[in-house]
């Protein structure tokens, strides 16, 4: 079993960063895929980002390339999203969530792979 904590986020002017981190308690933290969701209301939770198991691989949706980054430390067994050049369309309740991976490549888009989910966290843009 993983359960995990975020922390961060909160309210930033159009253009501005936050940091969200995500920590994990459990035993082999780094046999999961790390993955990061939102939602705004009336819609579903969609894939904002993922990391690997090591770390070394990840994968971001198109609407956040470039602004975000994601990053572990599995010694720490917590994740990290910056989040950039904040837009108002970025505003949403952010999840952080794992998934048992076999292979440092498996990083699922999918929030039905995802076993173990955070609490959530708001992020608000000013525009």
């Known amino acids: 079993q993983v359960q995990l904590v975020q922390s961060g986020g909160g309210l930033v002017q159009a253009g501005g960063s936050l940091r969200l981190s995500c920590a994990a308690s459990g035993r082999s933290f780094d046999n999961y895929a790390v993955g990061w969701f939102r939602q705004t209301p009336g819609k579903e939770r969609e894939f904002v980002a993922g990391i690997g198991r090591s770390g070394q691989n990840h994968d971001y949706s198109d609407s956040v390339k470039g602004r975000f980054t994601m990053s572990r430390d599995n010694t720490l067994n917590t994740v990290t999203l910056r989040l950039a050049n904040l837009q108002p369309v970025d505003a949403a309740i952010y999840y952080c969530?794992?998934?048992?991976?076999?292979?440092?490549?498996?990083?699922?888009?999918?929030?039905?792979?995802?076993?173990?989910w955070g609490q959530g966290t708001q992020v608000a843009v000013a525009s």
């Open positions: 969530a794992a998934a048992g991976s076999g292979t440092d490549w498996y990083i699922p888009r999918l929030e039905s792979n995802y076993a173990y």
